[in-house]
């Protein structure tokens, strides 16, 4: 099998909260009073399947129902189906080429995507066209083209897309919005964010089918929608243009040459050289990973542990980007892959003062039984700095869970039968899917070209989310307190 067939292209995989005090209400399950189960089907069954998956089996079985699972691999759906004929759930599985015939005999209500990034709008639009509410994971879509399929289809559809942007779910970050919601540093006139991925998280990236942007968009996209609809959200702003530059410095065939080795190799299982490498990967070693990928490569040649000094590797470890919304806010972004920790720095700039914000990350693997976007102890900071005066430090609100505690309130959102209105507004929709992968897809053209873009030009009909009002420039501004004199 070729190198390029092994790059996946084609292949589906997957891309809590315990309570969050008074500040904000946590919505608990209700009683479905129509006594019906909303049915649902998943196509994709990697790794980020299971987190819906065990939730329609466990804590949301009572509203719903697990009707059918889809993937081009059949190793990997039949091991879901047994994880769900474990749990008393006879489910029926499908070839991707059989799609159709799934949601056809099993008429789910809603289709969960969790697929490889760039099959997304694959199953997104025939899953609107056959019938079907769509959820999907993040990033909604990898191009402004296949992102104008998305647009085009829910508006003929008349169903929904819901876009699972977790981290808006997660206490420290809600409570972010919060402030910025209460008006405490006025309006916001820039903002500085800075996301560091280690070399355990950030290097698997490099491994998978992650690493060829004809899967996944590169991380301007599969990893930072995350982080650009934050921003989005936190702001209630629409981006309007791009400014970027990127560059693959780190993982490249020169590093591994400086580190001492004769590689690159093509895998880690097979490579000469695993006992010297430090970013080894033992596949046999880890059992969810072993069952997932490794006992199931046959079916498809998807090695989820190649090299990540590779030549064939086409996305970028380090980038940077501007973004000018519509409401005027400049965003100033910083993206590395191999950092000596993990997480995230950000600073809101407002008429009334700062907001400064932090959150450390635990070390993640992804397919394991490790926490997802788990925060390390003691590692949330949040501060206020007025234009004059003291600075006031913020007791962060807090969740268990992976991404912060955001899973767990997300699926509350999501499978909970009418769930109480939430003001900070965190579901999403294909409106905020398409303004967090645009600015992804504009950085991309801007790394190749060097010429800024107009977010306007890449797709039509891309409507403003609905979004939560925040201080505007138009509100008055009180006079900072004159400082004492040689102060």
């Known amino acids: 099998m070729s190198s390029d067939r092994r790059s996946f292209v084609k292949t589906l995989s997957a891309a809590g ?19 019906k189960r909303l049915r649902y089907a998943i196509v994709g069954t990697g ?18 129902e697990l009707v059918g699972l889809c993937d081009i691999n059949p190793g990997r759906a039949a091991l879901s189906a047994k994880v769900a004929a474990d749990a008393g759930v006879k489910v029926p599985t499908y070839v991707a080429a059989d799609f159709d015939t799934m949601v056809k005999e099993t008429k789910p209500d809603v289709v969960i995507v ?3 990034d760039a099959t997304h709008d694959d199953y997104i639009v025939r899953s609107l066209d056959l019938g079907c509410d769509v959820i999907t994971e993040k990033p909604m879509t990898t191009t402004a083209e296949k992102c104008q399929r998305i647009l ?23 409570q972010v919005k919060d402030i910025l919601m209460s008006g405490e540093i006025g309006d916001i006139l820039s903002v500085d964010f800075h996301w560091l991925l280690n070399t355990t998280h950030g290097a698997d990236y490099f491994r998978r089918w992650h690493a060829n942007k004809k899967n996944s968009g590169g991380l301007m996209i599969h990893k930072a929608t995350h982080h650009f609809d934050l921003v989005n959200w936190w702001l209630s702003a629409q981006p309007a243009s791009v400014v970027a530059v990127g560059k693959r410095e780190f993982y490249t065939p020169a590093m591994a040459k ?3 080795l004769s590689g690159p190799h093509e895998r880690c299982r097979t490579c000469p050289e695993k006992d010297k490498c430090g970013f080894f990967m033992d596949l046999a070693a880890e059992p969810s990973l072993k069952a997932l990928y490794l006992d199931n490569e046959h079916h498809d040649g998807y090695f989820r542990d190649r090299c ?18 519509d409401t005027g806010t400049t965003l100033s972004y910083s993206l590395n892959a191999f950092n000596a920790w993990e997480g995230y720095q950000i600073a809101f ?7 400064e914000h932090s959150i450390v990350e635990q070390i993640y693997t992804a397919g394991t039984n490790q926490v997802q976007g788990g925060i390390a102890e003691g590692g949330v900071k949040t501060r206020v700095i007025p234009l004059r005066g003291p600075a006031k430090d913020y007791q962060p609100w807090t969740g268990t869970g992976g991404h912060g505690g955001g899973d767990k309130a997300l699926l509350d959102d999501i499978f909970v039968i009418n769930p109480p209105a939430d003001k900070y507004q965190r579901n999403s929709d294909e409106r905020g899917g398409a303004a967090s992968i645009l600015i992804g897809v504009a950085a991309n053209q801007c790394f190749e070209t060097g010429q800024p873009v107009q977010l306007a030009s ?21 006079m900072p307190v004159r400082r004492p004199r040689g102060g």
Request: a positive charge; aromatic letters at 8%.
């Open 258 to 260: 400086r580190f001492g």
């Open 47 to 64: 790794h980020r399947h299971r987190m819906y998956r065990s939730a329609i089996l466990g804590d949301y079985k009572e509203h719903a």
């Open 152 to 174: 085009d289809a829910k508006k003929r559809s008349g169903k929904t897309v819901r876009v699972t942007f977790n981290y808006r779910y997660s206490p420290p970050r809600t």
């Open 458 to 478: 890449l797709v039509q009909g891309w409507d403003r989310p609905a979004l939560t009002p925040m201080p505007t420039h138009l509100d008055p501004v009180p």
């Open 114 to 116: 969790t697929t490889v």
């Open 349 to 355: 700039n407002g008429t009334k003062g700062r907001l």
């Open 17 to 35: 909260l315990a309570a969050l005090g008074s500040s904000l209400a946590h919505a608990e399950p209700v009683p479905n009073k129509s006594g």
């Open 308 to 325: 990540v000094f590779r030549d064939s590797i086409d996305i970028e470890d380090t980038m940077n980007v501007i973004v000018k919304y």
